[in-house]
């Protein structure tokens, strides 16, 4: 489509100051993430053109919006891009299709007349509210809601979709309705999303490229499994808490007789409790680090199914002192275990070590 | 009723609509400059337009007269416009009521845009919709009760007035005498049949009007 997004900016509001030089994949979804306060919502806002920072700078690929060195700053309402808010925000005065209809009419007063119902229809089924279009946004639930409001922002042909923690204000249960749909978005769309969020289990579920931002700072930037295998982040462990884990994608291999089924991913396979997904379908899951535990010498005989060769790579402290997070390489994919100090020098666990990693649990996402 | 009533309730009438469509056409634009701007002239534009809520209208009507008169600033330029003097003419009288009523219709409208909030036009802007583009399907449409309350406020109040009509505009049949004027000369001519005609159909105008925005006032509007 059109290339990676490039985004600087550089806001001072008092106490806060936002001072961020980002550049994120041109296509899947690059999660902003970190606490309130650190500045996400501000840089979706400055990406948006909702507010202008001096000396900002935003592209995406050859296409400037911003770019304050020139005084150049194309408003909002010029720019193809998308936004879905915490709020769906719908304009009550409109029906579902009223709303869905006002950006769609007005990038097509511009581009040449297409075949725009089919395109209408089409985002309505991939949301499901194909049954809803007559509708007024009072008689929604908030996750109907949110997929209109999502529907809305596709409709008006953005070539990037900013998206201001879009499930924040839903409950558990609205959460879980609209995550498959933000994982089929992801699937079946090019455009870049980029997804400010504060909640780990849905970055880790959605996210392709990951930022972590801590008072208006980027405290690291890369590719998802990358950024939380980094051991040296201690950001990264006060915002997922001692949660630290990595996200293995996985692929399901087979359904197995006794109830298990067994998934292949880039370090070799595990098994977890029967799935329903057909062979094939890819899915992600989560490991945390506390759930690996380490032996240097093969399992002969023990419950734990779960057990891969792998490699030290480092180890650093944690924010407990009495153990350590180890990072080990697993055929190429990262892995994360937290295991006691005492352990640590007992099996004197060293950078280059081949051993085994147990896998106590793993999380499926989704 | 005679010739006479009817002539006042039809001017009165015609007053009202006239001076409403004005006060529309300049207290929308007024009104959403006040709900949106951060220029330190809001506070001062303010109270400019509620002055008349405060003043008695003889004071204003006293002022309108001298600027419009022969050697008042509004005098010297209706009389370059070719229009001549306003005072004590139907149009004189236009002027007075809308600078009278203007703060019964600027303030529910700026209540109204105030309370859509900076949400709904900045998911507006998002989908391509201009700042002006934005004010005609977004702003207008969300503030529909506040624009309704004022045009009614406007109107019942212009109908209601009395101390300007005989400040600026006196008591010429069918130009200035509405029906508030027309009342006290009922009384004064001791013609209390008449007057009760008139001021009982007031009295059932009143109660009208406030039954109407009443039932506007808990605006159900849902915020999704």
Not at chain 1, 14 to 37: C, N, Q, V, Y
Not at chain 1, 168 to 175: F, N
């Amino acid at each position: 489509m059109s290339g990676e997004i490039q985004a600087r900016f550089c806001v001072e509001r008092g106490e806060f100051k936002l001072d961020m030089d980002l550049t994120l994949p041109e296509r899947g979804i690059s999660a902003l993430f970190g606490h309130s306060g650190s500045g996400k919502t501000t840089c979706l806002r400055a990406m948006a053109g909702l507010e202008r920072a001096p000396g900002g700078y935003f592209a995406i690929g050859d296409e400037v919006w911003q770019d304050e060195a020139r005084d150049f700053f194309v408003p909002p309402h010029q720019r193809a891009l998308g936004v879905v808010f915490q709020e769906a925000s719908l304009f009550p005065h409109l029906s579902v299709h009223g709303n869905m209809e006002f950006g769609q009419k007005r990038v097509q007063k511009h581009a040449p007349a297409g075949e725009r119902r089919f395109a209408l229809a089409e985002v309505a089924e991939l949301l499901g509210i194909a049954q809803l279009l007559e509708r007024a946004p009072g008689q929604l639930s908030g996750g109907e809601r949110q997929r209109v409001a999502i529907a809305r922002a596709l409709l008006s042909a953005p070539k990037i979709l900013l998206m201001d923690e879009p499930l924040a204000a839903l409950d558990l249960q609205r959460k879980l309705e609209i995550l498959p749909y933000l994982e089929r978005l992801h699937r079946e769309l090019s455009i870049p999303v980029v997804y400010v969020s504060h909640a780990p289990d849905e970055v880790a579920r959605l996210a392709d490229h990951l930022v972590l931002l801590e008072q208006g700072r980027v405290v690291a930037s890369g590719p998802l499994k990358q950024v939380l295998s980094r051991i040296d982040l201690p950001a990264a462990f006060a915002l997922f808490a001692d949660d630290a884990g990595v996200v293995i994608e996985a692929q399901v291999a087979e359904h197995e007789a006794d109830d298990l089924t067994r998934l292949e991913f880039g370090g070799g396979q595990i098994f977890v409790s029967r799935r329903s997904e057909p062979v094939g379908t890819p899915l992600r899951c989560r490991v945390h680090a506390r759930d690996v535990s380490l032996t240097l010498v093969p399992p002969m005989l023990s419950s734990i199914l779960n057990c891969v060769a792998a490699t030290v790579v480092d180890l650093a402290p944690t924010d407990t002192p009495g153990h350590v997070l180890i990072r080990l390489d697993v055929a190429g994919e990262p892995l994360l275990a937290r295991i006691t100090r005492r352990s640590a020098e007992k099996l004197e666990i060293r950078a280059g070590l081949a051993l085994r990693a147990q896998i106590k649990s793993v999380a499926l996402l989704g | 009723m005679e010739q006479a009533d009817l002539s006042a309730v039809w001017l009165t009438l015609k007053l009202a609509t006239v001076v409403t469509v004005l006060l529309l056409a300049i207290g929308t634009p007024l009104a959403w400059w006040l709900a949106r701007t951060r220029s330190a002239l809001k506070g001062v534009v303010g109270a400019v337009v509620a002055l008349p809520l405060v003043l008695p209208p003889t004071v204003i009507g006293f002022y309108l007269l001298v600027a419009m008169g022969p050697n008042g600033p509004l005098g010297h330029l209706t009389q370059q416009l070719g229009l001549g003097l306003l005072p004590f003419t139907f149009p004189g009288l236009v002027v007075g009521s809308v600078f009278y009523s203007l703060p019964f219709v600027v303030q529910p409208i700026q209540n109204a845009f105030a309370a859509i909030g900076e949400r709904p036009l900045e998911v507006a802007a998002t989908l391509r919709a201009s700042p002006w583009d934005t004010f005609w399907s977004v702003a207008l449409p969300l503030a529909r009760p506040g624009l309704i309350s004022g045009a009614i406020l406007g109107f019942a109040h212009t109908v209601g007035e009395f101390g300007i009509v005989l400040m600026i505009g006196g008591n010429i049949p069918d130009q200035t005498r509405v029906v508030a004027v027309q009342i006290y000369d009922h009384v004064e001519a001791l013609e209390y049949a008449e007057a009760h005609w008139l001021a009982g159909g007031m009295v059932l105008f009143g109660f009208v009007v406030l039954l109407a925005l009443n039932s506007l006032n808990p605006a159900r509007r849902q915020t999704p």
